[in-house]
């Protein structure tokens, strides 16, 4: 059995532990607010903005919407993997990691693919296996669309010049503070809406088609990707307040072991005390 300073030493740093674990756990708590706020806000836009793409994109003729929705050979693959900068939240990165070398295995075994990251954590993992098209782990330092539209101008190029044949969206949706969906988004070329008849739709556009074309696909796809990083950031911090609470109960669990067994051997100590106490005064009685 350890002996009694061991076990003190050990109880006070499962009490320190504890402390930075609930300290943290608030601290995600509170963050976990506003973002999911943000997100909560921002679906329903998102959501309808891509469905009336994906109506519209089936009557666009104009080479500018074309481009966009172009089909090829899936010869070059871009993943964007979108991870979290910090550590400490649970399976959170490395279910998005998983998912991605997973999809290099299956679906794009026979194609080139690169990995495009936001979040460091996703980088310093996916970069030792794949080839990194570009990090933006900084996106989280001023999360904003613009900074997100800069990221989906630079895919949007990178398509339209053919460099790849599709580009995918990898991230955790947010669905409660406890559980995170690992989501596999096309983000480029863009997808008809599921069951629309592309040969008898017909539109009135309002202002002109090109108009549409030029500025509707764009914003579409910025929203998009900054819908992404959102539901992204706040499954984050659910994630990470699940595992410090998890890590606090733990802990505290820990700690309750540890002082049973101290004060046990504190008892044990004492009774092996008053045994020598006793069986020397019998001895000098005798």
Wanted: aromatic share 6%; hydrophobic share 40%.
């Amino acid at each position: 059995m350890a002996n009694l300073k061991e076990i003190r030493s050990r109880i006070a740093s499962v009490s320190s532990t504890m402390q930075i674990t609930s300290a943290m756990k608030m601290v995600s708590a509170a963050k976990l607010k506003k973002a999911q706020d943000a997100i909560t806000a921002m679906r329903p836009y998102a959501n309808k903005l891509t469905e009336l793409l994906q109506n519209l994109s089936a009557s666009l003729d104009s080479e500018a919407g074309g481009q966009y929705a172009e089909e090829r050979e899936v010869k070059k693959v871009l993943i964007v993997a979108i991870t979290s900068n910090r550590g400490l939240c649970g399976a959170f990165n490395s279910n998005i990691i998983k998912h991605c070398i997973s999809l290099t295995k299956t679906e794009y075994e026979g194609a080139s693919v690169e990995m495009m990251t936001i979040g460091k954590k996703g980088n310093d993992l996916l970069s030792k296996s794949f080839s990194i098209a570009g990090n933006h782990s900084d996106i989280y330092d001023h999360l904003t669309f613009e900074n997100a539209a800069s990221i989906a101008e630079e895919l949007m190029k990178a398509f339209t010049e053919g460099k790849y044949d599709k580009i995918i969206l990898v991230y955790n949706r947010f669905k409660n503070a406890a559980t995170q969906i690992v989501t596999t988004e096309q983000f480029l070329p863009i997808l008809p809406a599921e069951g629309a008849d592309q040969s008898g739709a017909d539109y009135l556009f309002e202002p002109t088609q090109e108009d549409i074309v030029t500025q509707l696909i764009p914003k579409s796809l910025k929203t998009q990707l900054f819908k992404g990083i959102r539901d992204s950031f706040a499954s984050e911090h659910g994630a990470r307040m699940t595992a410090m609470h998890k890590a606090t109960d733990n802990a505290s669990e820990l700690k309750e072991q540890l002082t049973l067994t101290y004060n046990q051997a504190r008892q044990a100590a004492i009774t092996n005390e008053i045994l020598e106490i006793v069986g020397g005064a019998e001895a000098l009685n005798h």
